[in-house]
């Protein structure tokens, strides 16, 4: 944990981004210990990012979180979804990554229950989804992804074969940074936002 802390402290947004693709992501809630690999994440580089809520170092009470320590949970809520970052600078540099995609592991038949039956890709294949599925509060706002109840393991961590980066989804009318790529993904993984069959590689795109 130690050296991945020291990631989140020294490495650019961008090169976190890339780290997470395979880190296990886990909570433990009342229901169980519920958990998966991340697959499909985007840097935000606020404040000069047009795309990012601190962009113009914006600090309203919403975005708190974005200038504290890196490792931070910063959530909001887009179109009634809870949607999942983690900060990656340190305090003070509001940036951060969203988590839009997991491949999940441990307690599927929870998560299935937590989406209302929802299986397969559709499980948490999208950042309101996995948020959904894994059972994630508002009350996680501000915590640690190092030590709260919702944390990364990398003890757990996988490897992609390959990793696609991407212009950020949901993103227009913002300049150069529409299409900017700051969106990181596991090649040929099922629970990419919008994969098509075609692409899915055997393994889900893993080299372990």
């Given at each position: 944990?130690?050296?991945?802390?020291?990631?989140?402290n020294?490495e650019?947004?961008?090169?976190?981004?890339?780290y997470?693709?395979?880190?296990?992501?886990?909570?433990?809630?009342?229901?169980?210990?519920?958990?998966?690999?991340?697959?499909?994440?985007?840097?935000?580089?606020?404040?000069?990012?047009?795309?990012?809520?601190?962009y113009?170092?914006?600090?309203?009470?919403?975005?708190?979180?974005?200038?504290?320590?890196?490792g931070?949970?910063?959530?909001?809520?887009?179109?009634t979804?809870?949607?999942?970052?983690?900060?990656?600078?340190p305090?003070?540099?509001p940036?951060?990554?969203?988590?839009?995609?997991?491949?999940?592991?441990?307690?599927?038949?929870?998560?299935i229950?937590?989406?209302?039956?929802?299986?397969?890709?559709?499980?948490?294949?999208?950042?309101?989804?996995?948020?959904?599925?894994l059972?994630?509060?508002?009350?996680?706002?501000?915590?640690?992804?190092?030590?709260?109840?919702l944390?990364?393991?990398?003890?757990?961590?996988?490897?992609?074969?390959?990793?696609?980066?991407?212009p950020?989804?949901?993103?227009?009318?913002?300049?150069?940074w529409?299409?900017?790529?700051?969106?990181?993904?596991?090649?040929?993984?099922p629970?990419?936002?919008?994969?098509?069959?075609?692409?899915?590689?055997e393994?889900?795109?893993w080299?372990?």
């Amino acid at each position: 944990m130690e050296q991945l802390i020291d990631y989140f402290n020294t490495e650019t947004t961008e090169n976190v981004a890339r780290y997470l693709l395979g880190m296990y992501l886990e909570h433990e809630t009342p229901s169980g210990t519920l958990g998966g690999y991340i697959v499909d994440c985007e840097a935000y580089l606020g404040p000069e990012d047009e795309a990012a809520h601190s962009y113009g170092m914006r600090a309203t009470p919403r975005v708190r979180a974005m200038y504290e320590k890196p490792g931070t949970i910063y959530l909001y809520t887009m179109h009634t979804h809870l949607i999942l970052n983690m900060i990656t600078q340190p305090e003070g540099t509001p940036q951060g990554v969203m988590i839009r995609g997991l491949e999940p592991v441990d307690g599927v038949a929870q998560m299935i229950r937590n989406r209302h039956g929802r299986a397969g890709a559709m499980l948490s294949d999208g950042p309101g989804k996995l948020v959904e599925a894994l059972g994630i509060t508002r009350e996680l706002y501000g915590d640690s992804i190092f030590t709260s109840s919702l944390h990364l393991v990398p003890e757990k961590r996988r490897i992609p074969k390959k990793i696609e980066v991407l212009p950020r989804i949901g993103i227009p009318n913002k300049g150069i940074w529409t299409e900017k790529p700051l969106r990181f993904v596991v090649s040929g993984n099922p629970y990419i936002t919008n994969q098509r069959k075609a692409l899915l590689e055997e393994n889900n795109g893993w080299r372990n």
